[in-house]
């Protein structure tokens, strides 16, 4: 990781989680740092680094800043469905933007994931035009939703509200409207809103994919393998501060600590492993269990942490990062796939 982004992000990690006031500086430094590029084949313009190195980044991020880690995470999830795209011209035309973060991806998808688990009814629906198609509705979420610019990938039902195709969305079409920042809780400076589509023209030059179907099954390993960095970075950074809080004391939390840190090494490397070798796309069930097995050791990682901080915990002088850390993996679970749905689909695998 670039010294001076760690630096930046030491120096801004508490504010970016409660302020919106840097989350558009926020980008610019990941991209200054060429880490969207990390895990891309060189054909694509990227390092050429197998798909494991993107989880490295996202965890490395996710030590210092959830917030930074989720932003560079929506951005390569959108450069992932480009990448994963039929659709050649359009990555070639959006692809060179997003790996320089001159352009914001935002994953408009968890409605469509809802959706394809019968959790949910589709939420933009697409008529046919003589120029494309007129969409209507709403994304209830995005995250990397820039001011100045975006592209949002978001799927399209059809006038029956089924059948969804997924399509890059440009922020500057007639009748697109990016809501003000949601007022979050926590991870405040990610640029995370609302869209709203009146009677937007999109024409089919911006089809991602005819079949969300298909398509989403396909991306699910690397859209879910690198949130699983995510809970391994916020878990490492709780354990060391838990660390540094008992000094070189014995403690009789050191056995849970040496056990947690071990559990992410093989987690990670378990990961790491099955979505270099692309064996995750047939194993659903074992790259969903990983999944909710981050959370559990982001969670279980935080509960150490204020263990050995003891009452410091909940001086605000005293805690070190320990509130935001909470607020964090609090996210973790709501995140789509949220732990309710994780839940809910191992079960029918099962
Ligand atoms: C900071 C932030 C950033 C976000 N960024 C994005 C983004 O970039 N893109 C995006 O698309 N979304 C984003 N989201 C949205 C997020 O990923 C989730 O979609 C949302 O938070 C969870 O949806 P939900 O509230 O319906 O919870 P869910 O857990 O989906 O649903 C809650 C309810 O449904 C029930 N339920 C869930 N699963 C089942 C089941 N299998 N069977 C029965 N009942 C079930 C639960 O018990 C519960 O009552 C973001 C959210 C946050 C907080």
Redesign the pocket.
Known sequence: MDESLVAWLDGHADKLDSDTLHADALPAHLAEAGLFAVGVPESEGGDGRPLSAAVDVVAGLAEHSLSAA?VYW?QRAVIACMLASPNRDLLRRLVPDLLRGRLAG??????AM?FL?G?DRLRITGAAAPDGMRLNGT??????LRRHGFVAAIAVGDEQDDNPSVFALPHDLRGVTREPDLD?LA?RG?N?AALRLDDVALDASWQIHPQARVFLPSIRPAFVGLQCGLGFGLARASLRAGRAALGNRPSVLCGEIDALDADIAACRQTLCASLDDGSLRERPRDLLTLRLRMVDIAAAAVALELQALGGRALLRAESGGYARRAREAA?LA???P?V??L???LARLA
């Open positions: 989720f929506a935002a994953p408009g998808l968890s409605n809802k688990g959790l994304v209830a979420w995005a995250t990397n979050l991870l990610t995370t996210f709501v995140v789509t949220t309710a749905h839940k809910g689909d």
